[in-house]
């Protein structure tokens, strides 16, 4: 899985990425810098949603559900955000609110879930 690892891109899909939101989590999505690059994902857990060993269960959560969806998209830079309820929802309500923002987003999957 290719993750977006630079503050640069970062900072690019935060403020050139469109926003969707979900009571269990959060999606910023972006256009690849170049056409036809192969998709990039980052899984972020902020400080404010508790200790480490809560937020690195956040981010584990977030990894597999977005690998049981199908992400990263080709084309697409994806950042993915936890919420107080991502690491307490179960993993079929994660996948699907996750399919879900996917949809509105207009991002085509690489495999259906």
Known sequence: MRTIKSRQDFERV??????????????VVSDCIHEG???RVAFVAAKRLGCAPL?????RVLRE????????????DVILLATP???SSSPQEMQDALVRLCARAGIERTHAA
């Open 55 to 59: 937020r690195n269960r956040s981010k």
């Open 65 to 76: 559900v977005a690998r049981a969806v199908g992400l990263p998209a080709s084309g697409w």
């Open 14 to 27: 935060f403020t050139q990425g469109r926003r969707f939101n979900h009571p269990n989590i959060r999606m």
């Open 85 to 87: 309820a991502t690491a």
């Open 37 to 39: 690059d192969p998709g």
